[in-house]
């Protein structure tokens, strides 16, 4: 079955502490992203990335890292420097960002900062 | 940059039909969308306008007025499962390239 895991789906981290989340995908996309969703909000865009060894600021790039070394991966770093790291988190991939740029998503990793 | 507004609530009976609305601003427009979110879940596309007029996919459509800025997503035949969040994104120019920006999305309940 093709499609986009996430691991894990519950993570739980001490205050100033980095947490790597996990996003795979087997569909052969190009384009992969990361969002963010909080209580009643929308999805706000992390990172992206077009191609392996590139990757782009979203409009809420601040206290998170990434990479893509690889095609099938694209793992996000909460590092200790995002003030409000608590959220729900979505991994998406995409043929390219060319035509109706549908974006198949991940189940999600739900962090909570303690 | 690019901004959607869309209503927070929409409530409707099992069988009805339900329009949700969404208006953009964007320095540039290259597509609609639309997604369904369960809760918990993840967000599984819809529908895709990049021309005015309507879409149709089965019971749901999707509508765009690029004059207006405007687009819906009409739910017909309203089932329980129907119950969900419905995001509007619109595709703009950004660094570059031209990913989507979401809106906050509107819940959907249907009441039997």
């Known amino acids: 079955d093709g499609g986009i895991t996430q691991s894990p789906k519950y993570l739980f981290r001490k205050e100033g502490q980095n947490v790597t989340l996990s996003c795979e995908q087997n569909?052969?996309?190009?384009?992969m992203y990361w969002y963010r969703q909080d209580p009643g909000q929308g999805l706000r865009l992390i990172y992206y990335?077009?191609?392996?060894?590139?990757?782009q600021k979203g409009d809420i790039a601040e206290g998170y890292s990434v990479s893509r070394e690889k095609k099938e991966s694209f793992p996000l770093t909460v590092t200790s420097a995002q003030k409000n790291p608590t959220a729900f988190y979505l991994c998406?991939?995409?043929?390219?960002?060319?035509?109706?740029?549908?974006?198949?998503f991940g189940p999600g990793t739900r962090l909570t900062v303690l | 940059g690019q901004s959607l507004e869309q209503p927070s609530e929409v409530t409707a009976v099992e069988g009805a039909i339900v329009q949700i609305n969404c208006t953009y601003q964007?320095?540039?427009?290259?597509?609609l969308s639309w997604y369904q979110q369960h809760d918990g879940g993840a967000p599984t596309f819809l529908s895709y306008?990049?021309?005015?007029g309507l879409e149709e996919t089965g019971r749901f459509s999707s509508f765009l007025s690029r004059s207006d800025s405007y687009g819906y997503l009409l739910l017909q035949e309203l089932q329980m499962k129907d119950s969900a969040s419905y995001f509007c994104a619109v595709r703009g120019p950004s660094g570059g390239s031209y990913i989507p920006t979401f809106g906050r999305g509107t819940s959907l309940i249907v009441h039997p």
């Open positions: 306008n990049a021309l005015d």
């Open positions: 964007t320095s540039g427009f290259y597509g």
């Open positions: 569909l052969n996309h190009d384009a």
């Open positions: 990335s077009q191609i392996v060894n590139d990757f």
């Open positions: 998406a991939s995409s043929v390219s960002e060319t035509g109706n740029n549908e974006q198949f």
